[in-house]
T-cell receptor, first 115, second 114 residues
Framework: NAGVTQTPKFRILKIGQSMTLQCTQD?????MYWYRQDPGMGLKLIYY???????DKGEVPNGYNVSRSTTEDFPLRLELAAPSQTSVYFC??????????????FGPGTRLTVT | GQQLNQSPQSMFIQEGEDVSMNCTSS?????WLWYKQDPGEGPVLLIALYKAGELTSNGRLTAQFGITRKDSFLNISASIPSDVGIYFC??????????????FGKGTHLIIQP
């Protein structure tokens, strides 16, 4: 298993440009998540999905969109990039252990700079 | 929203020393997780805790889920150079039947002097 993979690893965008961050997992996990990590901070949840066709907002969803057409893929879309979106983005998926208990596994991250 | 206070913010220790860090929350959690993040990498799961009072070990690492469900600690015994990194606690409260995301602490930066 490759686990959770993310592309690209690095990207520089100009203000107002758009892009899609790709995330794929090969563990057949139903639940997937997008987080952002700002310098010296923990991770904050942007969006999550509990299965194909179902998405929901997290703590910081403004400026982002997601879709979940397959179990494996959970892309994150930035439509009008702003400097405040400069961050490291992590995708994660969850292995369900017990009802109400979840272990999340993370990808290597995408480092995005908006200038 | 839920807040996690993780301490200490950073630790400078000698190789071979034991390490202790903790997290406290204003809310209760169903699950506590401890992650380690190396520079330029994603967080890697170290230990997962599911029941209040649970004490779990993973090699030199030991973590406990507090009885009140509002705190957790992580101990590392006999530290070695590869223990260097940032350690994050994370809590999860599943509400409404959905798999809500994790709430993260701000991390403890562990630096080991040989």
């Amino acid at each position: 298993n490759a686990g959770v993979t993310q592309t690209p690893k690095f990207r520089i965008l100009k203000i107002g440009q758009s892009m899609t961050l790709q995330c794929t997992q090969d563990m057949n996990h139903n639940y997937m998540y997008w987080y952002r990590q700002d310098p010296g901070m923990g991770l904050k949840l942007i969006y999550y999905s509990v299965g194909a066709g179902i998405t929901d907002k997290g703590e910081v969803p403004n400026g982002y969109n997601v879709s979940r057409s397959t179990t494996e893929d959970f892309p994150l879309r930035l439509e009008l990039a702003a400097p405040s979106q400069t961050s490291v983005y992590f995708c994660a998926s969850t292995k369900v252990r017990l009802a109400g208990s979840y272990e999340q596994y993370f990808g290597p991250g995408t480092r995005l700079t908006v200038t | 929203g839920q807040q996690l206070n993780q301490s200490p913010q950073s630790m400078f220790i000698q190789e071979g020393e034991d390490v202790s860090m903790n997290c406290t929350s204003s809310s209760i959690f169903n699950t506590w997780l401890w992650y380690k993040q190396d520079p330029g990498e994603g967080p890697v799961l170290l230990i997962a805790l599911y029941k209040a009072g649970e004490l779990t070990s993973n090699g030199r690492l030991t973590a406990q889920f507090g009885i009140t469900r509002k705190d957790s600690f992580l101990n590392i015994s006999a530290s070695i150079p590869s223990d260097v990194g940032i350690y994050f606690c994370a809590g999860q409260w599943e509400s409404g039947g959905g798999a809500d995301g994790l709430t993260f602490g701000k991390g403890t930066h562990l630096i080991i002097q040989p």
